[in-house]
């Protein structure tokens, strides 16, 4: 943030320090174990009076000065340059802290470069005791230089007491100190044989060189138990909130990991079968093949690391981004670009969005990501989202991938680094202007007459709009199905409510009837649901028409099968449904419409990738689909893309769904908690917005499911519902109550808006503890307040769609209409179609009976207030 940045774009991702720094780590590790192997094989040359051993050494020497002292200078240099132009901040951070360190260490280096070359330049020139006395002071000049680098890196990783007193030698005697010392002397030993075995296969003189191959194999395979000793330690001595971000929240580092296990046993096996005598055609390539896997074991250790330091640089006190964890709530509050030195743009406005979208990225995502290079190459990682998608990912993306540090910036330069990425690098957008929507005719009125009708005919459906999936044959969330009920009332001064003697029919609207597409989507929701459905049917058995079933007080039809596709390719969310009631001798007594609301418009694309399925405005692509359960393998574990392919995944098999009389599995988070727990820690902060970005309520998207008169009134989800955060923290606390730990894991990250902490909000189950519109109307009286949000329904029997007037006979939904969709409700498609019913009885939109319209039922004027107080006023917002 302090420095220049270097634009390296596909050399990007940290590619350049780590093909740096893993040949030089596997070139220092040998110049280690490479100087005790020199010197002890010269002694054993001198003990058995083996000349021949002598001057292998001799020529083993002057390819280990030459692979040293020259490609491994060069790349520790190359290092040096590459870290001070990467990350110059954590650089000058280490090298002040540790200056003496580093001086001390370039001593021994200086020594190890004079004492390596008198020792290759003195053989047969001093004698044997000096020269081997100068082999010794190589070594130890050696190891003491892998002795202090030790302690700098491995601070990186474990800083220990130095966090909290600065000091020295806290830092340096870390608490992976000592273990990583050992297992990298060990590891150094290994790879010692390794290399000696490029030479030993250049011995002309047969004999002498199966006995050094077989003593290099002996060098490589006998460190390796004490090797895993050490390498049990190092892990032990980890942090254990390191060792389960290492071990088991990094699915990223799971390749690496495999191959740190495997690659060792195999090297094992390599030096056992080195010691075979083979004929050099063979086994040298057996040799080059080893020194390859040594190049990639240390290559994966060196990955580990690395990976294990994340989100940090310097674990707990500088981030990769190059800000220190004490400056980063400064960076959020003031802004990136305000705070940063080398930048162009130190405001945001629209037109500079992407250029500073642009320098923004180049501070926080280049540290550790590539733009089309082969390392963590941003545009595939973040191909599936729109801006929306990706800044709301951003927002939260510390909380389930540990490895990447907190947004360090304010909101719009959150938004602008997602505009960059989404729209600069992958063209994606967001929509830029409302759906068009395909208007049509207003319904004609069903006939109704004051002063002739004997019957009052009330429908409405459960839900103001019911969201299903229909992710080809790949998973199921909400099964498709629309409940409709209905009340036959005879009229008079004493009206009556009928459930016997008569018949209520319903009959879908025929151009919603589509044989083709039908039986092929019941085919699959059988399948799912283990049922057999008859053609054309639903879940429940139900046809596009039939008859309705009586219950208490009223009839019902549930799960219709209705499908929001009219024809092929085409979107409408708001077919129609004709109820009739006869008597026993069928003649017709009333009739009315009622519309059967029904969605396919849900937002999983915006962050999951692929298309709308329909129109180009609804539905969930097969490539959305599986996108959505490969995040969901990803993030939890799970197969579940694996068993898709074997037939569909239903949600509610695992995840309890109250509203589907689905138990789920009763130790998982029940649905509702489960997907808004996760997706809270995304989409916080910013309203209803981000509700429509995922429900089909956007006032500019294709269903505009909020369509009644609170909508009218300024009033949107979150007066009810909630912020998101809220929302799923009242859901979470019903989980926690249940003694489900996964829901504080949820939670842990996730800041209430409003409460001064979590345990304000209430706790409650979803489909059962919902808002209550008394909490606003108390006593139906004007609303007292504009939320209703933490006050809940105690049961189901208090829900507003199932609950019943003074009298107990007739039904809220019944006069007031469903919910979010209550009179006067303004429907996108249609105008009329959600207030057909008061239209038809007292030829205005307002609820059934407002205005004092009581002849609608009883025939005469009323003067009392039979059915809830306050009734008898005149509609207030006419």
């Not at 690659?263 to 055609?281: D, E, N, Q, T």
């Not at 996730?750 to 979590?758: E, T, V």
């Amino acid at each position: 943030m302090n420095y220049p940045i270097w634009q390296l774009d596909a050399a990007g991702g940290g590619l350049l320090i780590a093909m740096m720094a893993v040949f030089h780590v596997y070139i220092s590790h040998f110049a280690v174990g490479g100087g005790l192997f020199l010197v002890l094989t010269e002694m054993k040359g001198l003990r058995e009076g083996n000349p021949a051993i002598v001057d292998f050494v001799r020529k083993h020497t002057k390819f280990f000065l030459l692979l040293t002292m020259v490609a491994g200078s060069m790349t520790g240099v190359g290092i040096w340059f590459t870290i001070a132009l990467l990350n110059p901040a954590a650089t000058s951070e280490l090298i002040h802290i540790f200056v003496f360190a580093w001086a001390i260490e370039w001593v021994f280096f200086v020594l190890e470069i004079v004492s390596l070359f008198i020792y290759y330049y003195t053989f047969g020139r001093m004698d044997d005791r000096n020269h081997v006395r100068i082999g010794w002071i190589y070594f130890i000049a050696a190891w003491l230089s892998l002795f202090v680098i030790n302690g700098i890196i491995d601070f990186m990783l474990t800083p220990g007491q130095w966090l909290t007193n600065n000091n020295f030698w806290s830092g340096y005697f870390n608490p992976t100190f000592w273990p990583a010392l050992f297992f990298r002397t060990f590891l150094a030993i290994m790879f010692a044989g390794l290399y000696g075995f490029l030479t030993a296969l250049n011995i002309k003189e047969e004999t002498l060189r199966l006995k050094m191959v077989r003593y290099c194999a002996v060098w490589l395979v006998a460190p390796f138990v004490l090797f895993l000793a050490s390498a049990w330690w190092y892990r032990a001595a980890l942090p254990p909130e390191l060792q389960t971000l290492i071990f088991e929240r990094m699915p990223e580092i799971k390749p690496y990991l495999t191959g740190f296990w495997i690659l060792g046993p195999v090297l094992m096996l390599g030096g056992l079968l080195m010691a075979i005598r083979m004929p050099r055609l063979i086994i040298r390539p057996i040799a080059f093949v080893l020194l390859v896997i040594g190049l990639m074991y240390m290559g994966c250790f060196e990955f580990i690391r690395e990976a294990g330091r994340r989100p940090y640089i310097i674990r707990d006190y500088m981030y990769s981004t190059s800000i220190r964890t004490a400056d980063m709530e400064r960076v959020r509050q003031n802004g990136l670009l305000k705070e940063a030195k080398w930048v162009s743009h130190r405001e945001l406005n629209r037109d500079n969005t992407l250029e500073a979208g642009r320098e923004i990225f180049n501070i926080l995502c280049l540290p550790c990501h590539s733009v089309g290079g082969p390392l963590n190459e941003i545009r595939a990682l973040t191909q599936n989202y729109t801006p929306a998608g990706l800044a709301a990912k951003i927002s939260g993306l510390h909380t389930f991938s540990p490895y990447m540090p907190p947004f360090a910036g304010t909101d719009d330069e959150r938004l602008a680094l997602a505009a960059y990425i989404a729209t600069g690098l992958n063209g994606r957008r967001d929509r830029l202007e409302d759906v068009r929507l395909d208007t049509f005719a207003e319904d004609p009125v069903p006939p109704f007459a004051m002063d002739a009708s004997e019957y009052v005919l009330l429908a409405w459906s459960n839900e103001g709009l019911r969201s299903m999936t229909d992710a080809g044959r790949t998973w199921l969330l909400l099964p498709p199905g629309v409940t409709i009920n209905a009340q036959l009332i005879r009229r008079g001064e004493l009206p009556e409510v009928v459930t016997d003697g008569v018949t209520l029919t319903y009959a879908l609207d025929p151009e919603f009837i589509n044989p083709a597409e039908r039986t092929d989507f019941w085919e699959y929701a059988g399948e799912l649901y283990n049922r057999d459905i008859p053609n054309n049917t639903g879940l429940s058995g139900n046809g596009p028409s039939g008859t309705m079933s009586p219950v208490e007080n009223g009839f019902i039809a549930e799960l219709l099968p209705v499908i929001p596709y009219p024809a092929t390719n085409t979107f409408m969310p708001y077919p129609a449904v004709t109820i009739t009631a006869t008597d026993q001798s069928g003649t017709i007594l009333a009739s009315t419409r009622v519309v059967a609301p029904e969605s396919t418009e849900m937002g999983c694309r915006t962050c999951h990738g692929g298309g709308w399925k329909v129109q180009g405005r609804a539905g969930i692509s097969q490539v959305t689909a599986e996108n959505v359960l490969a995040a969901h393998d990803r993030i939890s574990g799970t197969r579940l893309l694996e068993l898709a392919a074997m037939g569909p995944v239903l949600c509610n098999r695992c995840h309890g769904d109250s509203s589907q009389n689905a138990p789920g599995d009763p130790e998982r988070l029940n649905l509702s908690a489960a997907i808004h727990g996760f997706h809270a820690n995304f989409l916080a902060g910013r309203g209803a917005y981000y509700c429509v970005l995922c429900h089909p309520a956007d006032s500019g998207g294709a269903t505009r499911a909020y369509r009644d008169i609170h909508r009218g009134l300024g009033l949107d989800c979150t007066y009810c519902h909630g912020e998101m955060e809220n929302h799923a923290i009242s859901l979470l606390q019903g989980e926690l109550k249940q003694g489900k730990q996964h829901a504080a894991d949820l939670m842990r990250q996730i800041r209430p808006a409003g409460f001064k902490s979590s345990e304000e909000i209430a706790p409650r189950s979803p489909w059962v503890n919902e808002p209550d519109c008394l909490n606003c109307h108390a006593d139906f009286q004007l609303p007292q307040s504009d939320t209703t949000f933490n006050q809940w329904t105690e049961g189901k029997e208090q829900l507003y769609r199932n609950r019943s007037d003074e009298t107990g006979k007739i039904r809220c939904a019944a006069c007031h209409g469903s919910p979010h969709a209550v009179y006067p409700a303004d429907n996108p498609y249609y105008g009329n179609r959600d207030s057909l019913q008061p239209l038809q009885y007292q030829g205005d939109p307002y609820p059934i009976g407002s205005n004092r319209n009581c002849k609608v039922c009883h025939t005469v004027d009323m003067e009392d207030e039979m059915h809830h107080g306050n009734m008898l006023r005149l509609f207030r917002n006419e």
